[in-house]
């Protein structure tokens, strides 16, 4: 299962060590209930918040992406990532 950010579950590491059950869309109807047990345990999604506020499923999906939130958290995607999906966006509108 994909989470907001579009990463696959499977390969996440913190769902491999058992430390996440797994995460939700961001249009989810159990995507706000896993920003709450996420805080409980000491973790916050920014990425996770923002697809809930903007009603996105997927961050790749998201109007505008690459956005602050994706570069400020650091992860799923690198600085790198962005930067390059941010010029392949403005080169199509061309």
């Not at 920014?46 to 997927?58: H, M, R």
């Not at 109007?63 to 995607?77: G, I, R, S, T």
Request: one cysteine or more; charged letters at 20%.
């Amino acid at each position: 299962m994909p989470a907001a950010c579009g990463i696959a579950c499977d390969v996440c590491m913190a769902h491999e060590n058992g430390i996440c059950p797994g995460c939700a869309a961001g249009t989810d109807a159990k995507a706000p209930t896993m920003v709450e047990w996420l805080k409980g345990i000491g973790i916050s999604c920014p990425v996770l918040e923002c697809a809930i506020k903007n009603k996105v499923d997927y961050c790749l999906r998201c109007e505008n992406l690459p956005c602050d939130v994706l570069y400020q958290a650091e992860h799923p995607y690198s600085k790198g990532f962005l930067d390059l999906f941010k010029w392949i966006k403005e080169t199509l509108k061309k």
